[in-house]
C-alpha cells in the first residue's frame, strides 16, 4: 500500500459542532502531518508528528487538537470552529522527520471541510 | 529565515513549448528540494525532488536543477502537453524556527499556475 486515505472527503458542521478527520498509511512511515490549504494558496503546516510523538505545532488555535493513536493513523479533533477554518485539510507522511536529511511527504487526498 | 520565493505566479505556454519554473530559498543549510503538482481538487503529487550533493536531475520531459551557492532551484518542463496544466509548488526542507529550531519542515513557494494551450 503506497497511498495516504482521509476520510471523510468532504465535511460540513456548523460552529458549535464537533467533528474528527483521519488519515491513515501503511507504508512504515514514522511521521505524519496535517496541513491546511486555501485556494490558490500552498499548504500550510500545522502540526508533525514523528514517532507518534507531537513535534511541531505552528501555533494552531486550540480549536484544532491532533491525536496519533498509533504510527499508522493520524487524527484531527475539530471544535468550535468558525467560517475562516474552512479549507482543504490534507495529511501527509514521510519515513521521517526532525532529521536534517529531508524525507519525501506523500499526501492524502484531503478533506474539504466547510464551517457554516 | 524560513523564505522559499517562487516565479512567476501564473505562465500560459502552448503546447510543445517548454516551462520555467524558479525558487529561490533563504537557509543555506537547505538540503532536499521536491517539486508537487497539483490538479484542481486533487492532493499535491511530487514529481520530482533534488538533493544537495546534485545540481541536476532529469525524469523523462522534467528535470531540476540547484544552484547551492545562489540559492535557487528550477523546474524544466519541455514538449509541454495539456495534461501538465497544474499548480506548481517548490519547496526546501528547513529548520522549523518556530519551534526552537531544533525540527524540520517543508517551506512552500506560493505556487505557479501553468496553463498549456492547445
Known amino acids: 500500500d503506497t497511498e495516504v486515505t482521509q476520510t471523510p472527503k468532504h465535511l460540513v458542521m456548523g460552529m458549535t459542532n464537533k467533528k474528527s478527520l483521519k488519515c491513515e498509511q501503511h507504508?512504515?512511515?514514522?511521521?505524519m502531518y496535517w496541513y491546511k490549504q486555501k485556494a490558490k494558496k500552498p499548504p500550510e503546516l500545522m502540526f508533525v508528528?514523528?514517532?507518534?510523538?507531537?513535534?511541531i505545532n505552528e501555533s494552531v488555535p486550540s480549536r484544532f487538537s491532533p491525536e496519533c493513536p498509533n504510527s499508522s493513523l493520524l487524527n484531527l479533533h475539530l471544535h468550535a470552529l468558525q467560517p475562516e477554518d474552512s479549507a482543504l485539510y490534507l495529511c501527509a507522511s514521510s519515513q521521517e522527520a526532525d532529521r536534517e536529511v529531508g524525507d519525501t511527504q506523500y499526501f492524502g487526498p484531503g478533506t474539504r471541510l466547510t464551517v457554516l | 529565515g524560513e523564505n522559499v520565493e517562487q516565479h512567476p505566479s501564473t505562465l500560459s505556454v502552448q503546447e510543445g513549448d517548454s516551462a520555467v519554473i524558479k525558487c529561490t530559498y533563504s537557509?543555506?543549510?537547505?538540503?532536499?528540494f521536491p517539486w508537487y503538482k497539483q490538479e484542481l481538487g486533487k492532493r499535491p503529487q511530487l514529481i520530482i525532488d533534488?538533493?544537495?550533493?546534485?545540481g541536476e536531475k532529469k525524469d523523462q520531459r522534467i528535470a531540476v536543477t540547484l544552484n547551492k551557492t545562489a540559492k535557487h532551484f528550477s523546474l524544466h518542463i519541455t514538449e509541454t502537453q495539456p495534461e501538465d496544466s497544474a499548480v506548481y509548488f517548490c519547496?526546501?526542507?528547513?529548520?522549523?524556527?518556530?519551534?526552537?529550531?531544533?525540527?524540520?519542515?517543508?517551506?512552500f513557494g506560493k505556487g505557479t499556475l501553468l496553463t498549456v494551450n492547445p
Open positions: 508528528y514523528s514517532y507518534e510523538k507531537l513535534s
Open positions: 537557509d543555506s543549510a537547505s538540503n532536499y
Open positions: 519547496a526546501a526542507h528547513q529548520l522549523d524556527l518556530h519551534s526552537g529550531g531544533s525540527n524540520y519542515k517543508l517551506t
Open positions: 507504508m512504515g512511515h514514522r511521521a
Open positions: 533534488i538533493r544537495s550533493n546534485v
